[in-house]
């Protein structure tokens, strides 16, 4: 069931539609030279290779260090999980599926299963399906896709959020069923990558060489920043509406299990003491983000281990790009963010 929690920005429904209407009585800056500084420090010295921010489009800051470099392919461990979502929006607009379709229609071995024939597209991808969540250490090469498919149940569909990549795989592969002869990586290639000139290498695979969606993603800071960009637009880039908005939005609605995470994306939204206590990647990964009073309401982000980030502020028109090495336990999204946006 789609949860009444939706992020603020309703994918902009809301807030941008309201930033435009006083577009013209706001005044919007990008950050100061100092703050910039001063995010860019905190990040290098939390074991950060990349820092890039964006604003209104064009590139305002760019650091590299401890081997991070323009050219340099970097680790999104789970950041690749934003590409899924936004593949499955263009999935919609195509109408390949809908997204409260039971994915048996695709894996017809479901149809028999009494829990998993009960299982949406929405519920896979906003990792609610109950479906066995798989093993954090999206470093380590993944079951294949059918294999997933089949492992057990650790719930019942659309009663609690659990993190990890079985769930994605399990998507991509419903979704490559429908595709005919193309496969999911080629869709994504065809659909999004290539409109957008960018390039996602997948250099960790599934046991079947099917790509790891769920953490499995290398890219360049600048190809995310601009993937980030297209996304704050709304799914439009240089003119040309590559998905619709609508369809895009989707991505940022929460669910009662977790309101603070989409279809792939983690959002600004509120959650529960329960609810962080219920699950590891909460309270280790974005509680603080989410209950945070002093950051901005329409933030979303992708995320990944070694605090590999993709922020979008709609309202602030900005675009941010923080990578580094699996060391940075320390660092601190509120920290950050604070630093960069006060």
């Known amino acids: 069931m789609i949860s009444r929690f939706t992020n603020s920005i309703a994918f902009a429904i809301a807030c941008w539609a309201t930033s435009a209407a006083f577009a013209e009585e706001q005044i919007v800056a990008p950050p100061s030279r100092a703050a ?6 905190y990040s290098m010295g939390h074991n950060g290779q990349t820092f890039l921010v964006m604003f209104e489009g064009k590139i305002v800051a760019e650091h590299y260090a401890a081997g991070g470099s323009p050219d340099r392919l970097q680790m999104l461990a789970s950041g690749s999980k934003s590409f899924v979502g936004v593949a499955a929006a263009a999935a919609v607009e195509d109408g390949i599926i809908q997204l409260d ?11 028999d299963d009494p829990t998993k024939s009960r299982i949406t597209y929405r519920q896979l991808l906003t990792l609610t399906s109950g479906l066995k969540a798989s093993d954090r250490a999206f470093f380590r090469t993944q079951p294949a896709w059918r294999d997933t498919a089949a492992g057990p149940m650790t719930g019942k569909p659309g009663e609690q959020f659990g993190y990890g990549a079985n769930q994605l795989n399990v998507f991509a592969l419903a979704l490559q069923q429908k595709l005919d002869s193309e496969t999911f990586e080629a869709y994504l290639k065809r659909r999004i990558l290539d409109p957008l000139g960018i390039q996602v290498q997948w250099r960790m695979r599934c046991f079947d060489g099917n790509p790891q969606v769920g953490g499995g993603g290398f890219i360049t800071s600048r190809d995310w920043a601009s993937f980030g960009e297209f996304v704050r637009l709304q799914g439009s880039w240089k003119g040309k509406q590559i ?9 940022f609605k929460g669910t009662e299990s977790n309101p603070a995470y ?13 609810v962080v206590r219920g699950n590891i990647i909460l309270r280790s990964e974005w509680a603080a ?10 933030l979303v982000a992708a995320c990944g281990a070694g605090k590999q980030r993709l922020y979008i502020i709609p309202s602030r028109r900005l ?23 006060r």
Not at 103 to 109: A, F, N, T, Y
Not at 243 to 251: K, M, P, Q, S
Not at 319 to 341: N, T, Y
């Open 36 to 41: 910039l500084k001063q995010a860019s420090d």
């Open 101 to 111: 379709d039971l994915v048996c229609g695709s894996l017809v071995d479901w149809k």
């Open 243 to 251: 998905i619709a908005a609508e369809h895009l939005a989707d991505c």
């Open 262 to 274: 989409g279809q792939t994306w983690w959002l600004k939204e509120k959650i529960s003491p329960e």
């Open 289 to 298: 983000v989410a209950n945070s009073e002093a950051l901005p309401r329409d």
């Open 319 to 341: 675009v941010i790009v923080r990578q580094g090495g699996l060391a940075a336990r320390s660092f601190s999204d509120v920290e950050f963010l604070s630093l960069l946006l």
